[in-house]
């Protein structure tokens, strides 16, 4: 395959993996602190961590090492994973749902720990906490780095530069509204260093991301991802990547772990959870999109991928 088809292709599926990407906060707050400070956040599966410090420094700890933060950095925690933010290594945390908070608009509220002797808080950090969901896309959340830090310089996420400038700004200067634009930032600031990590190679990550570099496997998840719904076969999928049917199969399976009908049928169904809990659609409606003669055959298909029945996925989060 050319280089110019590889680039074609590689280009299509990030295109892919944004329209299936969805970041919802659930909780979001700006921290003002003094000297000396601990907070905590614990485990949140199914979710995101987003920080960002525009005034001031931080040290971000987690179980695998320490992070030094300076004004103008991002970190997003795509595994939603316990970790602390501190002002340096000898203080420990406090959870942060234990400081007392003051609503600043709808969905965003503040955190004073300043001292009352300091009259200029000595760092100011704003932070999300968001159910993270990749769709069709799932299993590369699985290969992403439990910590992404954004450099304050762009050099590994230079168009993440000007949101976090315009999250500066809103954080500082207070008007109206700038609690709601806040947040939005944040979810578009954790959407490109989303962006940025698959752009520049997701870091040599296997599993997926090998299939999608490779142009003997890429074509068909390409085409599997856009028409979940068709009747697929492992012959007509290797027909979209113009090999055998065996070698296909076997490619595939080497590759990402499973074999190709069974990996159809895990993202029919997480695209499925998506649509259910999030989008409210109904259960036969989904059926129907998926490819399913049945409301019944699909019921059972998704209870043996997730483990429980369509119906309980309206009271669930992915």
Avoid at 27 to 35: D, F, L, V
Avoid at 131 to 151: Q, S, W
Avoid at 223 to 233: C, D, I, M, V
Wanted: glycine share 10%.
């Amino acid at each position: 395959m050319k280089e110019s088809q590889q680039f074609a292709i590689s280009s299509e599926l990030i295109s892919e993996l944004l329209t299936g990407m969805r970041l919802r906060g659930v909780q979001y707050r700006r921290i003002q602190t003094g000297p000396t400070f601990g907070l905590a956040f614990n485990s949140r599966p199914g979710h995101a961590y987003f920080h960002y410090v525009a005034v001031g420094t931080a040290l971000l700890r987690t179980k695998e090492g320490t992070h030094k933060l300076s004004a103008g950095s991002a970190v997003f925690i795509p595994q939603g994973l316990d970790h602390q933010l501190i002002s340096s290594t000898q203080i420990s945390g406090q959870e942060i749902s234990e400081f007392t908070s003051d609503p600043l608009g709808d969905i965003v509220s503040g955190v004073d720990t300043c001292p009352s002797t300091h009259s200029i808080p000595s760092a100011i950090i704003f932070y999300g906490c968001m159910e993270f969901d990749l769709g069709g896309m799932y299993e590369l959340r699985k290969l992403m780095p439990d910590v992404m830090v954004a450099d304050t310089h762009g050099q590994k996420y230079p168009d993440l530069v000007g949101i976090l400038d315009a999250m500066k700004r809103e954080i500082c200067s207070g008007r109206i509204g700038f609690a709601g634009i806040l947040a939005r930032l944040a979810e578009v600031g954790a959407s490109m260093i989303v962006r940025g990590w698959v752009e520049n190679g997701c870091e040599n990550a296997s599993g997926l991301i090998s299939a999608l570099r490779d142009p003997r496997l890429a074509p068909a998840i390409l085409a599997l991802h856009r028409q979940p719904g068709k009747q697929w076969t492992v012959s007509s999928l290797a027909a979209e990547s113009h090999i055998s049917r065996s070698i296909f199969a076997q490619r595939f399976q080497d590759t990402i772990g499973m074999p190709p009908l069974r990996y159809t049928t895990t993202l029919r169904m997480r695209l499925a959870q998506q649509w259910l809990t999030h989008e409210k659609v109904s259960i036969d409606v989904v059926a129907q999109r998926l490819g399913y003669t049945s409301q019944a055959a699909f019921s059972r298909a998704f209870k043996r991928i997730t483990g429980h029945p369509p119906g309980a996925s309206r009271h669930l989060s992915i």
